[in-house]
């Protein structure tokens, strides 16, 4: 399994998207970067609450919730689901273009189903789930003592424990899977909200299924690779960040975390379907919305040009799962281009061994790609590594994507080929520093860099 790429729902219309909107952005997906390796569209979070006056990220009593306690998608926003379809007509839909069909879902179950006692699926029986000569409902295997920390109202975990408890699990992805779902990426259930337990549960859960789903888990604050140690072997994709909107300030942490997954052996371990791949988020770019809104796409990405192609190309390094994030309907030709690029696209599926080095705090620079990310490359490809600092000068030119320069400092990344003279000089002192000698009014010096410390593995 390489690292997934596809489109996800979230940074363009927050919980606000509707089936419309969605399949016209899965086509255009499925036009435009099917053909590039981008093959996942994901629905991301709350596609079964309604978007009404007092509905928002954690308000209570607005979700469509079947009789079994499982969440179901609000027929107003997904009209296909009426009659029980649930998500089976758009799934059908998406697999049609050639494309594989995604869900956000909250880690547990729904606070509505424990507070309304539903009973629970024996997927077995086709009946409500007895165990111990009674029928068990929601409300025995919800954990009220364990909501999701930023969904306080909406989820809590499940008692996996009880009988009950997994066969509340197996009734709910075998649903997902019936529908035709093809990508989970699972919430409130590591870093910050970490439940090994649960995440062990729901990935047997899977394993079960006769159709493969790929897991990927979320979120990533304060995920280290000692965290995340005994997990990977258990998903596809792991968050390793928290959420990176388009905000230098968000961007600029990837580095360090990304260097030390990479120096701990976690980029393509092994994982659910083959492999895992440490997620560093979304890429943030063209047409967006805010975090926890009810409003679709109204604004362009804060983030310049050169901060684009930066995040584009530690994501490519650390072979991150690429999850577009803009919306597609509105895709231009430079971001197009940024996304689609060939060689960091190849970079991003077919290099090894990749490490990063430490910042470069002053002009340009230009080092061989083989000494950083892959040893078996011939040279051909250069990074330009920089720092920012000077401040905004202009607004975004919506339609080219670009802007002058940057916020309040960070380090650039761009491409050079070797016919660029000022790219030669660069060779490996040691195996943990690359140096480059350069001339300074008439004098010899020598530039090096060298490994950052990384975050903890144990």
Not at 168 to 173: A, T
Not at 270 to 283: A, K
Not at 294 to 308: A, I, K, M, V, Y
Not at 350 to 360: A, D, F, L, R, S
Request: charged letters at 20%.
């Amino acid at each position: 399994m390489l690292p997934p790429r596809g489109w996800n729902s979230y940074d363009s219309f927050s919980w606000t998207i509707d089936e419309a909107a969605f399949l016209h952005n899965a086509q255009i997906m499925a036009d435009k970067l099917l053909p590039h390796g981008y093959q996942y569209a994901v629905i991301d979070f709350l596609w079964y609450r309604k978007n009404v006056n007092g509905a928002g990220e954690d308000s209570y009593g607005f979700d469509s919730v079947d009789q079994w306690g499982r969440p179901f998608p609000d027929p107003e926003r997904f009209p296909s689901s009426a009659g029980g379809e649930g998500f089976k007509h758009v799934a059908d839909k998406v697999h049609a273009m050639g494309l594989k069909f995604g869900i956000h879902l909250m880690n547990g179950i729904s606070t509505q189903a424990v507070n309304a006692s539903t009973p629970i699926l024996d997927v077995d029986t086709g009946k409500a789930y007895v165990e111990d000569g009674r029928q068990w409902t929601a409300s025995d295997i919800g954990l009220t003592h364990r909501t999701c920390a930023w969904m306080s109202n909406g989820f809590m975990s499940v008692n996996t424990d009880a009988g009950a408890g997994r066969a509340f699990l197996r009734s709910l992805y075998q649903q997902y899977a019936d529908w035709g779902v093809d990508f989970v990426k699972v919430d409130c259930i590591f870093g910050t909200d970490y439940s090994p337990k649960e995440i062990m549960a729901v990935s047997e859960t899977l394993k079960e299924l006769e159709r493969p789903v790929i897991l990927s888990i979320s979120p990533g604050t304060e995920v280290t690779p000692a965290l995340a140690e005994n997990i990977t072997q258990h998903v596809d994709m792991f968050r390793i960040t928290g959420d990176d909107w388009d905000s230098w300030k968000d961007v600029r942490p990837h580095f360090d975390v990304a260097r030390s997954f990479a120096d701990a052996n976690k980029i393509g371990a092994t994982g659910l379907q083959g492999r895992s791949w440490p997620d560093l988020d979304m890429l943030p770019f063209g047409r967006l919305t805010d975090a926890g809104v009810n409003q679709g796409p109204h604004r362009s990405t804060n983030l310049t040009f050169d901060e684009q192609l930066t995040q584009m190309l530690l994501w490519s390094m650390a072979k991150s799962p690429l999850m577009f994030g803009g919306d597609l309907r509105h895709l231009n030709d430079g971001t197009f281009n940024l996304i689609t690029h060939p060689t960091l696209l190849k970079i991003n599926h077919h290099t090894k061994n990749n490490m990063e080095v430490n910042n470069i705090l002053i002009e340009v620079w230009r080092f061989l790609l083989q000494h950083i990310v892959n040893r078996e490359l011939t040279c051909g490809i250069f990074f330009q590594f920089g720092y920012i600092q000077s401040e905004r000068t202009s607004e975004s030119d919506e339609q080219s994507g670009r802007s002058d320069l940057t916020n309040n400092g960070g380090p650039v990344l761009g491409l050079a080929t070797c016919n660029d003279k000022s790219t030669g000089g660069w060779h490996s002192s040691s195996k943990d520093h690359i140096c480059r000698g350069f001339g300074i009014q008439n004098d010899n010096a020598s530039f090096c860099m060298s490994k950052a410390k990384l975050l903890p593995t144990s």
